[in-house]
């Protein structure tokens, strides 16, 4: 977790430099940031990772019978 959180402070701070701002708060996984956790980049950036890969696991779809739509939603399980 610790090489993980000095990697984005990093990059973070190269970002900085080159737009000239402070970049916290500026990247995706920056939404689910709690900034009082140790760490707190390196945990937002699994716990990004996690939540894009849940939601990638969801499939929507439609049926039409009998002329009425239906919506179907489903979340695939891994074992």
Known sequence: MKNLQ???DEK???DGIKNNKDMC???DYCCVCNKVEKEPCAKAHNRY???NK???NKTKAKFNIDGKEINFRATIVEK
């Open 25 to 27: 708060g500026s990247y």
């Open 12 to 14: 973070k701070w190269f």
């Open 54 to 56: 849940e939601r990638r």
């Open 6 to 8: 000095s990697k984005l």
């Open 49 to 51: 990772k996690k939540m």
